[in-house]
């Protein structure tokens, strides 16, 4: 594995500030340890909240537009990084070079849409009831906004937070995986790069980073200075985050665990519907949170579906993520491939036939296995729960009623798809009686959402929204301001209160 000092170094990162402590950081390429990392201390972390709160105060005070400015240049920066960062995405998470590039890409577009939201942060005037008054609404930051990230999208997922968090006025604490810390530390040098190009109404202190492991996070959550944590990860994270701030009071965000299916209909364009399911299922070998893990095929279809879908799998390049031409990386570590194997012999016990899922040896001690399919009689408990591996579970269906059913039955709802080239089919899919997620596909798979939209999932996926649309009002807060323009003081309901 090439010197990671100085791929940091080109990023701008001095990582001996850092090093020296027992957080090893683990490259799943090899199984080797790229360095050792000191976890911050409960202290260190309330001490970076506060002076995240300082900043704050001054970058509320800073006109949003003005705000945009610093969004535009931290996108310039990562344009100029993108290769350096995508490279160290990869080597950190494990998904291949073209995956870890289009992450940083996710982060350039985020980016944009936040310098053009700057301009945007619209409130409404609402007709009053009173004569000679006004009414409306204006939005106005939060405070120190807390992000949690998971190791599958170390970069991104921090950008869809941040770059609206600072738009809207917040300052951000940022708590990575503790799989990937060396991403964040890049990050935070590109972005501090960016803070010294903007002058000195960027306040020290505005974006800050936490290394370490569940306590540096809890301490986050716990910290009454933080007014909106913003979680994404496991539902067995996000349970405990919930409860945190709820005990609070505090607002939270959550993106959870998917179990994401699709349903593939009789019309289905078949060359599409393959290309849809391989690259959402084991893309990122699976460690998506919108890859696709159920697959409902119907009757009449399923027997030519499922060779094609098998001779595709065969086909896949399953190798080390740096090379060229590798479509499938490895897992994140053991772990990954112990609850793979698990799943794997509970679908066999349940009755499914299972293609694929072995451990492949290609580098050192990386984790890397072939993607499995499972053909299921049913949708059995297994299915039930969210493996974080490239398992692709196969039903057959009769009738769309049905299948819709099975779909939505599972405790999650992040994303969903269906192929069909029957509008009615793809119409009652998206209405309020079809899919029950927060994203819904028609002839495209459930994975790689774009950050125009809202993203997000229902149920144990969490309920939070990210990204585009009008997901900033979560990291604002609005006030309704009623202004009398007239020389009397009329009241509303029509109540009259003579002194
Ligand atoms: P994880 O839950 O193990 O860890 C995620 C983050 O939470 C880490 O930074 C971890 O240190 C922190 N954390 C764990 N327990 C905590 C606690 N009690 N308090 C505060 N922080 C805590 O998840 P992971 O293995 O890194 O990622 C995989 C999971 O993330 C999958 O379930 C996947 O579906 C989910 N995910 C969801 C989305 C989404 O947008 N819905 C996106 C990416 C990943």
Known sequence: MENITSLLGTLGADLTQYQGGDLASVTPITGETLTQLRADTAADVADRIAQAERAFRQWRTVPAPRRGELIRLFAEELRAHKADLGRLVTIESGKILQEGMGEVQEMIDICDFAVGLSRQLYGLTIASERPGHRMMETWHPLGVIGVISAFNFPVAVWSWNAALAFVCGNSVVWKPSEKTPLTAIAVQ??????????????PQGLSQHLIGGQECGRALVDDAHVALVSATGSTRMGRAVAQACARRLARAILELGGNNGMIVAPSADLELAIRAIVFSAVGTAGQRCTSLRRLFVQEDIYDSLLPRLKKAYASLAVGNPLEQGTLVGPLIDAHAFDAMQEALAHAHAEGGTVHGGERIEIAGGGHYVRPALVEMPAQTGVMHHETFAPI????????????????????????????????????????????????????????????GGAFGGEKETGGGRESGSDAWKAYMRRATNTINYSRALPLAQGISFDI
């Open 189 to 202: 040098a590109l972005f501090d790069k960016a803070m010294t190009r903007f002058g000195s109404d960027a």
């Open 392 to 451: 692709l579970y196969v039903v057959r269906y009769r009738m769309l009623e049905q299948a819709i059913e099975w779909h939505n039955a599972v405790p999650q709802g992040l994303s969903s798809s269906i192929f069909t080239s029957d509008m009615r089919e793809a119409e009652v899919f998206m209405s309020s009686v079809g899919s029950d997620c927060g994203i819904a596909n028609v002839n495209i798979g459930p994975s790689g959402a774009e950050i």
